[in-house]
């Protein structure tokens, strides 16, 4: 069982950081790409960023790219998502995503709110 705790969303100014983390239970952690999706009210979700098991490879949505930073600590059993320069349409609800055996973990999610 694999269970997924975010933290550190919150009410930020447009131009202004957050950064996110997820903690995860288990230890497919280290062995198992990680991603960082967001929805909007209204909207469906969408992935943010990925990154591989070992921090190697990532990804992102051309909406996010320059902007955000996907980043893990495998010793931590933890993934962040340091968002900078952050626009009114970055207002979501941010989740961490883990894809292990064909099943899908999700958080309970993070709500960011980007104030113009």
């Known amino acids: 069982q694999v269970q997924l705790v975010e933290s550190g969303g919150g009410l930020v100014q447009a131009g202004g950081s957050l950064r996110l983390s997820c903690l995860a239970s288990?230890?497919?952690?280290?062995?198992?790409?990680m991603d960082w999706y967001r929805q909007a009210p209204g909207k469906q979700r969408e992935l943010v960023a990925s990154?591989?098991?070992?921090?190697?490879?990532?990804s992102y949505a051309d909406s996010v790219k320059g902007r955000f930073t996907i980043s893990r600590n495998n010793a931590k059993n933890t993934v962040y998502l340091q968002m900078n320069s952050l626009k009114p349409e970055d207002t979501a609800v941010y989740y961490c995503?883990?894809?292990?055996?064909?099943?899908?973990?999700w958080g309970q999610g993070t709500q960011v709110t980007v104030s113009s």
């Open positions: 995503h883990l894809r292990f055996a064909s099943n899908d973990y």
């Open positions: 288990g230890s497919i952690f280290k062995i198992s790409a």
């Open positions: 990154i591989g098991s070992s921090g190697g490879t990532t």
